[in-house]
Every structure is written in structure tokens, then in C-alpha cells.
């Protein structure tokens, strides 16, 4: 909000949020603390604890900068920076589940978060249960007594799903279950999640917010009734991130609205053409209006990111490798949301529920700030090697 209340643009709050210069003696950026120890000015007050800053990984002022500006974007009531976004996943679900305790987590969730809850959350007595990302209030189904946490994610990791987030918020909260969304493709800039019910936020600001394949990060949000319990979980657990990448991503939330609407433009643009290739089965983008979520996605977000699938019409691995190798502009690699396009091959063998069935191969696609014209070359020799294959 701007000082006379009136609503500011998006833009505009990146470039302003987190932190007043004259707080710094007029320097546009806040100062990279790095900081362990933390002086007391007497005994008296070290008993209390009685001061704003008491040990580096309890917050300094660049980690309130940094918090305070995506508090700004998700209307939270508090945000912790973790060292990664897998970080960011399982700081939450540590503090929010219980051995005995039933998980409910989206098939389609992000495989690290999945190999997570198959390990130690099984090991440590959780009972986790995967659901169908097109399940909707239908979730209601599912959730025992025992029910704590309902964990989505939309789009769905590769196959992008897009889940019903208020029915399955209003179900879960109807039952005494918190809702944990992973909003790493689409960012507070493009779906507010608090807003459609989510308690708790999370994000790989790795990708899109520090935007240069360079910083590891993950931020999670909460809404007033979690925060307190989220924060003792991140002071517990003593997880925090590196003031440096905490000053890396802020920097990046600068430029994040200018470069996800390129990021969205040549996607969709990529996407559309890629419709019309022959060797092409179907483009996994809701923001398509092909995609069978289409709707859902219209209605409740506000732009779509960098980041679809594409299937190939027919064959397998052979002909998935092909395509990945005659790339020369995209890159073979994993994460996204940096300047730099990449393609990496999908596996859904771990699936229970959302397996497909699909026509062919799928291979994920990160569009970055290239030109569209040569990213469109750089594929049709992806796809003239697959065919050929």
C-alpha cells in the first residue's frame, strides 16, 4: 500500500519493499550483516533477552529485509529463509507433523519432497497418503481424525495440474488440518496463497525471486494462527540461511515482475507454436487454453511463469534422449526460474495416482529471457532428432 492507502503497482513494491534507506543513512541497500554473536548491553537485559537481535540465526537486518518484503507480497504474518527450497519443504513438515500423525501430500508433488516423506517422515511415524491433484473438496474423503497436514502444490511438478486450492483448504480446515502449498511456479506475484486458504507458503526462492542460477534459498510464509509454531520449528531446527544469498535474493526481487512477464510471454509463445509441431502429442501449460485445467487456473491465478512439459507423439527414452541432445541453446539441468533456458527429461515412475497415460516421452521445458525465435530453432532440431530417433 502507498502512505496515502491508495494501492501501489507490483512493480513498484518490489522495488521499495523490505527496507527504508534512511534506516541505513540513505543507502538504497540494506547492509549484509553476518553475524554469530550478538552483545548485550548488560546482564539485566541478556537475562530478558530484552533487545531486537539476540544470535544470527534468530534474524539480523538483512534477513528482516528480506523477510519483511515477502510478507509484503504473501500478506503474512511472518516468513523464514531457509539455506534451499527442499529446506523449505521439510522445516515446516518437521514442525507441523507428529509421529502417528496422517500426511496428506499431491502425487504430483515435487520428487525431493516426496523422497523426504518416504524416508524420514516414515521413519520418524508418519503415515503419508498421496492424493490425485483433481481431487478437489473430494479430499474430504481422505482426512482421518489424525489428519494434520494437507500438502499441495500447483501446478503439479511436470505434468502442471492445477489443484482446486480453496475446496481443499475449506475441507482440511473444516477437519482441524493446516494446508502447506508449494508456490514456487507461480510466485505471490502470479497466486497469493494465503489468500485461497493456505496457512503456510513455500517457495524455492533459488529460482524465480534470486533469478540467476547462482543462490540456493527457500522462504516459508505463514498466516498469524501458524507463524508462531513455524518460527519455534526454524529456531528449533537452526536452519538459517547465509546472509549473503539472503542479500542475493532480495536484490533479484527487484527485477522478479519484469523478468517473470518475459518468462511468461515467450512460454506461452513457445508453448502455442509447439501445438502446431508435428511430433508433438500435447503441451502440458494451464495457461493454454487447451489444458484441461485451464478454467481452474484462470480463475484463480493472475499470470503463469517460464516452466511446461511437452510430450512427444510416441516412443520412449530412446527418442527422449534424442531430442535432449540435439539441444544447443538449452541447457541440460535441473532447477529453473534463472535467465537461462534448460530441458530435462521427466519421470513419473514414482507416481501411485497421477501416472498419465501419456502419447509419448515427457520433457520439461524452462523458457528464459533468449530470444524466442532462437529457442523455437533450438527445438525443432530437438524434435527433427527425436523423429529420426
Known amino acids: ?16 519493499s523490505g527496507n527504508n534507506p534512511h534506516d541505513y543513512f540513505g543507502f538504497v541497500n540494506p547492509p549484509v550483516v553476518h553475524a554469530s554473536t550478538v552483545l548485550y548491553r548488560n546482564a539485566a537485559s541478556m537475562a530478558a533477552r530484552s533487545q ?15 523477510g519483511q518484503a515477502i510478507d509484503e507480497l504473501e500478506g503474512s504474518a511472518g516468513t523464514i529463509m531457509v539455506p ?55 479430499i474430504a474423503a481422505l ?23 480453496p475446496a481443499i483448504a475449506k475441507a482440511a480446515h473444516a477437519a482441524g488440518a493446516i494446508v502447506m502449498m508449494d508456490n514456487t511456479w507461480a510466485t505471490p506475484l502470479y497466486f497469493r496463497a494465503l489468500d485461497f486458504g493456505v496457512d503456510i507458503s513455500i517457495h524455492a526462492a533459488t529460482k524465480y525471486p534470486a533469478g540467476h542460477s547462482d543462490v540456493l534459498l527457500g ?33 533479484g526481487l527487484r527485477t522478479m515482475g519484469l523478468r517473470l512477464d518475459h518468462h511468461q510471454r515467450s512460454a506461452l509463445d513457445v508453448a502455442s507454436w509447439l501445438e502446431q509441431q508435428p511430433g508433438v502429442a500435447q503441451v502440458l501449460h ?10 481452474l487456473w484462470k480463475r484463480d491465478f493472475s499470470g503463469s511463469s517460464g516452466v511446461f512439459s511437452v510430450v512427444l507423439a510416441g516412443g520412449g527414452q530412446k527418442q527422449q534422449h534424442a531430442f535432449l541432445d540435439a539441444l544447443t ?3 541440460l539441468g535441473y532447477s529453473w526460474g534463472g535467465y537461462e533456458s534448460l530441458a530435462v527429461p521427466v519421470f513419473l515412475g514414482d507416481r501411485v495416482v497421477a501416472k498419465g497415460p501419456y502419447a509419448g516421452p515427457v520433457i520439461r521445458l524452462q523458457i528464459g529471457l533468449e530470444d524466442v525465435a532462437d529457442l523455437k530453432a533450438d527445438i525443432a532440431r530437438g524434435l527433427a532428432a527425436a523423429a529420426a530417433a
Open 52 to 66: 531486537k537481535y539476540t544470535y544470527g540465526t534468530r534474524g539480523t537486518p538483512t534477513t528482516d529485509a528480506l
Open 219 to 251: 522462504t516459508v510464509s505463514a498466516n498469524e494462527r501458524c507463524w508462531p509454531k513455524l518460527f519455534e520449528a526454524f529456531n528449533t531446527l537452526g536452519c538459517c540461511a547465509g546472509p549473503d544469498d539472503v542479500y542475493q535474493v532480495l536484490r
Open 143 to 165: 482426512i482421518r481424525p489424525n489428519t494434520s497436514v494437507v500438502f499441495t502444490e500447483s501446478p503439479a511438478s511436470n505434468t502442471f495440474e492445477v489443484q482446486d486450492i
Open 1 to 16: 500500500m502507498a502512505k496515502n492507502g491508495s494501492e501501489i503497482g507490483i512493480n513498484t513494491r518490489l522495488a521499495h
Open 286 to 295: 494451464p495457461a493454454l487454453p487447451s489444458h484441461p485445467d485451464h478454467a
Open 84 to 138: 534451499s527450497g527442499l529446506a523449505a519443504v521439510t522445516i515446516p513438515l518437521l514442525g507441523f507433523v507428529s509421529a502417528g500423525d496422517h500426511l496428506l501430500i499431491v502425487d504430483s508433488v515435487y520428487h525431493p519432497t516426496r523422497n523426504f516423506a518416504d524416508t524420514m517422515l516414515k521413519r520418524l511415524g508418519v503415515d503419508v497418503e498421496y492424493y490425485d491433484p483433481h481431487i478437489g473438496a473430494g
Open 329 to 331: 541453446i538449452f541447457g
